[in-house]
Nanobody, 127 residues
Framework: QVQLVESGGGLVQAGGSLRLSCAAS????????MGWFRQAPGKEREFVAA????????YYADSLKGRFTISRDNAKNTVYLQMNSLKPEDTAVYYC????????????????????WGQGTQVTVSS
C-alpha cells in the first residue's frame, strides 16, 4: 500500500497557475502508475491526468489538454500536476491516486482502478 499526501492547493485568480504535489511513502512508488482526479461540490469524481510508472506515458482528460501537465520524480517519490490558465470551473478538491501492479492504460481514467488515494487538496479559482 502506498500512502499519499497532496499539497499545493489554494485560492487563485482566473488565468493563474498552481502546481500540486503528491508525496508518496512506500518503496513501491516507482512501480506505480499515478493519477490525478478532481471532485467539485455535487459532482462525481472525474479523471484529470495519469502517468505511467516510468513517466514515459501521460494521459489527460480531453478538456484539460494543453492547460494541465502531469509529471513525476521517482527519486523524490512525488508526482506533480501543473495547472495553467485556470478557470473558475477548475474549482474542486484534487486527489492523487496510485495503482500498483499491471494496468491497462485505458483503465487509468477510472477511479476503481486505483489502490490508494490521498486526502485531497482544495483548489479554488476566483473569477
Amino acid at each position: 500500500q502506498v500512502q499519499l499526501v497532496e499539497s499545493g492547493g489554494g485560492l487563485v485568480q482566473a488565468g493563474g497557475s498552481l502546481r500540486l504535489s503528491c508525496a508518496a511513502s512506500g518503496r513501491t512508488f516507482s512501480s506505480c502508475a499515478m493519477g490525478w482526479f478532481r471532485q467539485a461540490p455535487g459532482k462525481e469524481r472525474e479523471f484529470v491526468a495519469a502517468i505511467s510508472w516510468s513517466g514515459a506515458m501521460t494521459y489527460y482528460a480531453d478538456s484539460l489538454k494543453g492547460r494541465f501537465t502531469i509529471s513525476r520524480d521517482n527519486a523524490k517519490n512525488t508526482v506533480y500536476l501543473q495547472m495553467n490558465s485556470l478557470k473558475p470551473e477548475d474549482t474542486a478538491v484534487y486527489y492523487c491516486a496510485a495503482k500498483t501492479g499491471t494496468v491497462y492504460a485505458g483503465d487509468l481514467v477510472h477511479t476503481r482502478t486505483y489502490n490508494s488515494w490521498g486526502q485531497g487538496t482544495q483548489v479554488t479559482v476566483s473569477s
